[in-house]
């Protein structure tokens, strides 16, 4: 019989983790939560998009909102998918390490790596897919960002 359980992802400690990688720091807030006083699971994509918004100024040094408003590039998602392995509570911080796992040709492949005092609290990924917002359509990955999401890349192998 064929086992078809799907397979969790690998959590890396925070030491584990590249030392050049980004790591954006979300204070766990009463709207984050349930009745419970634990972050509501779909909140977690709120806060990887808060963290690759980060990640595009600090890391990348691309302003997120000019890519979408000005450029009418779209950095639209075509994957979305979490491990929640503990949960987080009001009034906790939880670190979101970005990592990229594939730069494709329209579509760059990231994970999160949420940890709370450096214990691993869960594993994300998202896959990115530029388009052209006008055409609605999927591009290729403009220089300049690929450019950068590549050097990014580079610095967390060292």
């Known amino acids: 019989m064929n086992d078809t359980r799907p397979v969790r992802a690998q959590a890396l400690s925070a030491a584990d983790l590249p030392a050049a990688a980004f790591t954006a720091r979300q204070p766990i807030r009463f709207e984050h939560c349930d009745t419970a006083g634990i972050v509501f699971f779909a909140r977690y994509f709120t806060m990887m998009q808060g963290a690759v918004e980060a990640w595009f100024a600090a890391e ?32 906790e911080v939880l670190d979101l390490t970005v990592v990229v796992e594939r730069v ?39 220089a300049d960002i690929r450019d950068a999401v590549d050097s990014y890349q580079r610095r967390c192998a060292t």
């Open 60 to 91: 990348l040094g691309l302003d997120y909102a000019d890519i979408i408003q000005r450029r009418r590039i779209g950095l639209g998602y075509v994957r979305a998918e979490c491990d929640y392995l503990t949960p987080a509570r009001l009034g």
């Open 104 to 142: 494709g040709r329209s579509s760059i492949g990231l994970a999160f790596h949420g940890h709370r005092d450096g214990a691993p609290a869960l594993i994300g990924r998202l896959v990115l897919v530029t388009t052209d917002i006008n055409e609605m359509a999927s591009i290729p990955i403009p």
